[in-house]
């Protein structure tokens, strides 16, 4: 990798983004164009971002656990754990996040 275009990678910023939903509560279209997508975070590079995202998963996981199994909470936060699993992290510059 030339080191322009590293550094140039490392003033970016990372986004964590999670896929837009396409039918029921749990289904997200992973297919979508970037700029669909929402942002859930930004962070300096991508280690950090990668360990934000397992950080979001970790909450939610724990909250998950935490709820009575049928309740509405728990299905809510059975939603954001799929939905961060689909996360992704992306340089805040890659031009997909624009839509045309």
Not at 21 to 32: I, K
Not at 87 to 100: F, M, N
């Amino acid at each position: 990798m030339r080191l322009r275009y590293a550094a140039a990678l490392a003033l970016a910023g990372w986004y964590l983004i999670g896929p837009p939903q396409q039918g029921g509560p749990a289904d997200f279209d992973l297919h979508a164009p970037l700029s669909k997508w929402k942002i859930i975070d930004r962070y300096d590079d991508i280690g950090a971002c990668e360990r934000g995202r397992m950080d979001h998963l970790s909450v939610w996981y724990d909250r998950a656990s935490a709820e009575r199994p049928g309740t509405k909470a728990a299905e809510n936060d059975a939603v954001m754990l799929v939905w961060l699993n689909d996360g992704q992290c992306v340089a805040a510059d890659d031009p997909h996040l624009k839509s045309k």
